[in-house]
């Protein structure tokens, strides 16, 4: 029981700091897309800015199913 409450706190903890380390790299994709939408880039990082949400929605939810 103790192991998991570790491996919980630990799961959530560290997703948690990739998501914040992350989100300034997600905001700079971001708005190079809006202000250049027809540029060769823009393809590559709306590809990465999509797979940047799937990521944290799939974090998200393992971390309630841990918590539950």
């Known amino acids: 029981m103790d192991f998991l409450l570790w491996f919980m706190g630990g799961f959530i903890l560290i997703g948690l700091l990739v998501f914040l380390s ?10 190079r897309v809006k202000a250049k939408p027809d540029s060769g880039e823009t393809a590559e990082d709306t590809k990465h ?6 990521g944290v929605t799939a974090w998200g939810v393992a971390s309630i199913a ?3």
């Open 22 to 31: 992350m989100k300034k790299r997600m905001d700079a994709k971001l708005a």
């Open 49 to 54: 800015l999509i797979w940047w949400v799937w």
């Open 66 to 68: 841990l918590v539950v």
